[in-house]
């Protein structure tokens, strides 16, 4: 079979036709019409980024997101200057802890002062008098000079603040907190830290990609906003309506001004998770604290993962599903816990992972949705009776499944679409090809499907917690020499229910001497023989022996 690579967008790996129109008479394409590819490599050009409540094409295409502080007037200012240093650590330390801890997005434990000549940071960090602004995510590339981001590291000091939002370059951005009381001066560090918090984790949404919850459809109002989710194709709901979003301007005054510590809501952990999927985490703290360790989906237990015992808060990704036990009971998480109960706080014998898509009503994966394991569904056998028959709008799938969905139910050429999900995910539906649209609609096709079938893919990682670059991979035998040379770079493979996965540093495992090979039914990192080593890999469905 044709192996092809595809680059996915920064925010999403669109629903594909795959059609070559180079070759498009080529047989192996016109299977790729109903199927996905083979092989699909999960970074890629920011272009074509779609959107969830966030602003379009705006995601990050790498994980690691530099950020740097650019000096001000009150720098070396001996009253100033300190209480602006004492904030510069607050800021850091809150991103760090919250956004950097829910998702594969990672930032550096010092930002360095923007003048350092090593290279152009994403994110560039001004003063401002009164509250401040953030570009929205890449957008930041717009400007060649001078903050990206501006946050008034002093604490507000007037009885009244004022909306300054449309003041960042080029009007975009946004953010602010529309009300300040006049006591958060710096006379009061303990509600100045809580203040600056606050508006930094919102600002660093924006900066992210995301916009504000209050833009969102369904939302309820709570202040005198004008901003509003428009037609123009520049942002789109993403899941339901939060309010409980640190992106709601109501809840970030309500957490700015009370006594608790601002912290990301479940539904913004979903959200961040949606743009830049990873896999299950595992604190040892309550409100994901201490150093966290991965998870993929497949069976783990005491005996594998000790750290089991340790447990307290855990993050889960859009479409996975951790089925937690103790040695007499046992529940099932679709959504991060910032604590667990008592009964499974530190108290956790085992852990089932798996892998779930999402199929939804409307775009945005919102009105009725429904998920699916891996298989076959046809609505006149019932098997869409959630989301209901010609009613999908938009598709989720997580990292190791791939979905398709077909006008009839009999796949043909012409009346499927197909999408792997990746590092990115996967939103709205579209077809191509032609120009990319955020629904069914751009191709008439809106609430056609009367078949779904998810189906299991292998995803190999460069790193060992399941981050850097990552392929999805379908079943079959991949080799460095046939064209598959990120094999080279691979030390760490999800493998989802349904599939096996064994990876050899030779390509061919009959060979004398015989190379090493390893076989992986569940997600985990590769024997440290086989990291940055591999030559062959085989993904397969496992044989089960008849009793």
Same mark, same amino acid.
């Given at each position: 079979?044709? !192996?092809?690579?595809?680059?996915?967008?920064?925010?999403?790996?669109?629903?594909?036709?795959?059609?070559?129109?180079?070759?498009?008479?080529?047989?192996?394409? &016109?299977?790729?019409?109903?199927?996905?590819?083979? &092989?699909?490599?999960?970074?890629?050009?920011?272009?074509?980024?779609?959107?969830?409540?966030?602003?379009?094409?705006?995601?990050?295409?790498?994980?690691? #997101?530099?950020?740097?502080?650019?000096? =001000?007037?009150? =720098?070396?200012?001996?009253?100033?200057?300190?209480?602006?240093?004492?904030?510069?650590?607050?800021?850091?330390? /809150?991103?760090?802890?919250?956004?950097?801890?829910?998702?594969?997005?990672?930032?550096?434990?010092?930002?360095?002062?923007?003048?350092? @000549?090593?290279?152009?940071?994403?994110?560039?960090?001004?003063?401002?008098?009164?509250?401040?602004?953030?570009?929205?995510?890449?957008?930041?590339?717009?400007?060649?000079?001078? $903050?990206?981001?501006?946050?008034?590291?002093?604490?507000?000091?007037?009885?009244?603040?004022?909306?300054?939002?449309?003041?960042? @370059?080029?009007?975009?951005?946004?953010?602010?907190?529309?009300?300040?009381?006049?006591?958060?001066?710096?006379?009061?560090?303990?509600?100045?830290?809580?203040?600056?918090?606050?508006?930094?984790?919102?600002?660093?949404?924006?900066?992210?990609?995301?916009?504000?919850?209050?833009?969102?459809?369904?939302?309820? /109002?709570?202040?005198?906003?004008?901003?509003?989710?428009?037609?123009?194709?520049?942002?789109?709901?993403?899941?339901?309506?939060?309010?409980?979003?640190?992106?709601?301007?109501?809840?970030?005054?309500?957490?700015?001004?009370?006594?608790?510590?601002?912290?990301?809501?479940?539904?913004?952990?979903?959200?961040?998770? =949606?743009?830049?999927?990873?896999?299950?985490?595992?604190?040892?703290?309550?409100?994901?604290?201490?150093?966290?360790?991965?998870?993929?989906?497949?069976?783990?237990?005491?005996?594998?993962?000790?750290?089991?015992?340790?447990?307290?808060?855990?993050?889960?990704? @859009?479409?996975?599903?951790? !089925?937690?036990?103790?040695?007499?009971?046992?529940?099932?998480?679709?959504?991060? %816990?910032?604590?667990?109960?008592?009964?499974?706080?530190?108290? #956790?014998?085992?852990?089932?992972?798996?892998?779930?898509?999402?199929?939804?009503?409307?775009?945005?994966?919102?009105?009725?949705?429904?998920?699916?394991?891996?298989?076959?569904?046809?609505?006149?056998?019932?098997?869409?009776?959630?989301?209901?028959?010609?009613?999908?709008?938009?598709?989720?799938?997580?990292?190791?499944?791939? #979905?398709?969905? *077909?006008?009839? &139910?009999?796949?043909?050429?012409?009346? *499927? #679409?197909?999408?792997?999900?990746?590092?990115?995910?996967?939103?709205?539906?579209?077809?191509? @090809?032609?120009?990319?649209?955020?629904?069914?609609?751009?191709?008439?096709?809106?609430?056609?499907?009367?078949?779904?079938?998810?189906?299991?893919?292998?995803?190999?990682?460069?790193?060992?917690?399941?981050?850097?670059?990552?392929?999805?991979?379908?079943?079959?035998?991949? !080799?460095?020499?046939?064209?598959?040379?990120?094999?080279?770079?691979?030390?760490?493979?999800?493998?989802?229910?349904?599939?096996?996965?064994?990876?050899?540093?030779?390509?061919?495992?009959?060979?004398?001497?015989?190379?090493?090979?390893?076989?992986?039914?569940?997600?985990?990192?590769?024997? /440290?023989?086989?990291?940055?080593?591999?030559? %062959?890999?085989?993904? %397969?469905?496992?044989?089960?022996?008849? $009793?």
């Amino acid at each position: 079979m044709l !192996k092809l690579l595809l680059a996915s967008s920064v925010l999403a790996l669109p629903l594909v036709a795959c059609v070559d129109t180079d070759d498009a008479a080529d047989p192996d394409l &016109e299977l790729l019409e109903i199927e996905p590819p083979a &092989e699909v490599r999960l970074d890629g050009d920011p272009a074509d980024a779609l959107f969830g409540v966030h602003e379009y094409g705006t995601g990050w295409d790498h994980e690691w #997101i530099e950020v740097c502080w650019e000096d =001000s007037a009150y =720098s070396n200012d001996p009253v100033k200057g300190p209480l602006m240093a004492e904030a510069r650590q607050w800021v850091n330390e /809150a991103v760090r802890t919250e956004w950097g801890r829910v998702s594969k997005l990672k930032f550096l434990e010092i930002w360095p002062s923007c003048d350092s @000549p090593w290279n152009q940071p994403d994110i560039r960090i001004g003063h401002h008098e009164v509250d401040g602004w953030s570009m929205h995510g890449t957008e930041a590339r717009a400007l060649a000079t001078g $903050p990206t981001m501006a946050i008034n590291l002093l604490g507000p000091a007037a009885s009244t603040c004022v909306d300054t939002g449309s003041g960042s @370059p080029g009007g975009g951005g946004g953010g602010y907190i529309p009300m300040c009381n006049g006591t958060l001066l710096g006379a009061d560090p303990a509600s100045r830290q809580n203040w600056t918090e606050a508006l930094s984790l919102h600002l660093f949404g924006y900066a992210l990609g995301l916009r504000k919850e209050d833009v969102h459809p369904d939302a309820v /109002a709570c202040s005198s906003l004008s901003e509003t989710l428009d037609g123009n194709g520049d942002g789109e709901a993403l899941w339901a309506f939060d309010t409980t979003s640190l992106m709601r301007s109501c809840r970030m005054v309500q957490l700015a001004y009370g006594a608790a510590r601002p912290t990301l809501s479940a539904g913004d952990i979903q959200s961040i998770n =949606s743009l830049y999927p990873g896999v299950v985490r595992m604190f040892p703290n309550d409100e994901l604290g201490g150093t966290s360790w991965p998870l993929g989906p497949g069976y783990h237990d005491r005996v594998s993962h000790p750290n089991l015992a340790t447990v307290s808060s855990i993050v889960i990704p @859009p479409g996975f599903r951790a !089925k937690l036990c103790t040695s007499s009971v046992c529940t099932t998480y679709t959504s991060t %816990r910032r604590a667990l109960t008592a009964t499974y706080n530190n108290n #956790i014998q085992n852990v089932e992972i798996t892998v779930w898509a999402n199929v939804a009503e409307k775009k945005g994966f919102l009105g009725a949705n429904q998920w699916f394991t891996p298989g076959t569904y046809k609505a006149s056998q019932g098997q869409l009776a959630i989301v209901g028959n010609n009613a999908a709008s938009s598709a989720w799938v997580a990292p190791g499944q791939a #979905i398709t969905l *077909c006008d009839g &139910e009999t796949p043909s050429l012409l009346s *499927c #679409i197909s999408a792997v999900g990746g590092t990115f995910g996967v939103p709205a539906l579209l077809k191509l @090809p032609g120009t990319p649209q955020n629904q069914f609609a751009g191709f008439a096709m809106d609430n056609l499907a009367s078949y779904v079938k998810v189906a299991p893919r292998v995803v190999t990682y460069s790193s060992t917690d399941f981050a850097g670059a990552s392929y999805s991979v379908a079943e079959g035998v991949y !080799k460095v020499s046939t064209g598959s040379t990120y094999l080279g770079q691979v030390r760490a493979l999800l493998v989802p229910a349904g599939l096996e996965a064994e990876v050899c540093n030779g390509e061919n495992p009959l060979s004398f001497p015989r190379p090493t090979c390893q076989t992986l039914t569940e997600s985990g990192p590769l024997s /440290a023989a086989l990291q940055s080593n591999v030559k %062959r890999l085989e993904v %397969r469905v496992p044989l089960v022996n008849a $009793p």
